[in-house]
């Protein structure tokens, strides 16, 4: 089983590292090959994702995957921008389905900011839509302002974009997700103002029809947004686009205490997959040595159980997250009075001790 290691910037460098601990503590046969990507890639071979990345990519079984990005790149072109790798591995893969569960573990219920009775037990699955929508669409770009009173660019322009097979497989992962849980969707559009989401709603009920054992019901982003804070629990499956998800997606990560706990899984067709956290490269905390490494571990965890066909080895390591947190062990992000404050290296410790 061969796993591309991508660890990019930031915490990305961090995190990942832990992980690699707790995936090599399990005594499997993993081929584990590390390359560079993001920011760490344009500086070594002038390109956020080269060649010899996306290569790796596209041979390895499963790819592992930290967080790409800095301010101090916010001046390039475009293109070559570290997030630029993630879309890029995203489009060439054909990573279209993103799975983002948003778990209240029982032992942080106090670390969230929403009162315990709104997110104990919480357990939400976010699947976003990865490679359509305003992301990715056709034309963008700014015009040059021709009235002489602005010096640069005066208007920029991005294309919201959805056809009915882009919608129609996401909709199809969505159901099946539901079959295996509660049997609830809930899409998230915008059917009042924009035409991809009315297109996005038709087709989510066409492909409805071909689960009659799951109940769909619609709800606008502005409602979804509300409702997840007024009251989370209401949501078990929820399927969107990739704006609306991007943005959801956090929200529901953030309820659940810290963004340093949610993995995610991004999925083509064939189920290869990148495994990532939730959260970016954390460029105020990096270095530091305080970033929590569990949204990552947790992540090699989906890898196993997704990707390499090891549900069992994916199992011990979310009993030994578990564990640890039991333990009362806390990176920074999670603790409250009475834990113990650990390092990003220290938690890696105690979960591969735990194992
Ligand atoms: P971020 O997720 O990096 O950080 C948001 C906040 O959460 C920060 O205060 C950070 O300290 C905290 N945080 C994030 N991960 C944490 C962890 N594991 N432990 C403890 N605290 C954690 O988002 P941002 O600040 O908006 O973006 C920073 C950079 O990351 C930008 O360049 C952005 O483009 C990039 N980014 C990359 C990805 C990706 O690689 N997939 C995703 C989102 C953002």
């Known amino acids: 089983m061969k796993i591309a290691v991508l660890p990019g910037d930031g915490i990305g460098t961090e995190i990942v590292a832990e992980a690699v601990k707790v995936l090599s503590a399990l005594g499997l046969q993993l081929e584990l090959e590390h390359a560079l990507v993001g920011g760490a ?12 990345t996306l290569t790796l ?9 930290g967080a790409v990005g800095d301010w101090k790149y916010d001046a390039l072109e475009r293109s070559l921008r570290p997030e630029q790798a993630i879309l ?14 948003a778990i209240c573990h029982e032992q942080l219920v106090g670390a969230s900011s929403l009162k315990p009775e709104l997110i104990a037990g919480l357990d939400i699955l976010i699947i ?74 038709d087709v989510m009920i066409d492909v409805a029809r071909h689960y009659p054992d799951v109940a769909l019901d619609h709800m606008y982003v502005d409602n979804a947004a509300m409702q997840l804070v007024r009251a989370p629990k209401k949501f078990d499956v929820v399927v969107t686009g990739n704006l609306f998800g991007d943005i959801l997606s956090d929200e529901a990560s953030m309820l659940t205490g810290s963004i340093g706990m949610l993995p995610s899984a991004s999925l083509n067709a064939n189920g290869q997959g990148l495994y990532e956290p939730s959260h970016g490269s954390a460029p105020d ?27 069992q080895a ?20 999670i603790y409250s009075d009475g834990c113990t404050r650990v390092s990003t290296a220290q938690m890696g410790d105690a979960v591969v001790h735990a194992l």
């Open 128 to 201: 976003r839509e990865l490679t359509g929508d305003i992301y990715f669409g056709q034309p963008r770009g700014r015009r040059v302002a021709t009235d002489g009173h602005f010096p640069g660019s005066d208007e920029g322009f991005d294309t919201m974009r959805y056809s009915r097979p882009e919608i129609e497989r996401i909709a199809h992962v969505a159901f099946q997700a539901a079959q295996k849980r509660s049997g609830r969707v809930t899409s998230v559009d915008k059917a009042n103002v924009l035409e991809t989401s009315q297109l996005w709603r």
């Open 57 to 65: 990519a596209q041979s390895a079984d499963a790819i592992l995957f």
């Open 88 to 101: 890029g591995l995203r489009k060439h893969l054909g990573l279209f389905a993103n799975f983002r569960p």
């Open 285 to 311: 905390i990096a270095g530091k040595g305080i970033a929590n490494p569990l949204a990552t571990i947790l992540s090699a965890a989906m890898m196993l159980r997704f990707s390499l066909n090891q549900a």
């Open 314 to 333: 994916a199992e011990r390591i979310e009993a030994a997250v578990k564990k640890v947190l039991t333990q009362g062990l806390r990176t920074p992000d």
């Open 41 to 52: 890639a344009y500086e070594a071979h002038g390109h956020p994702l080269p060649e010899s």
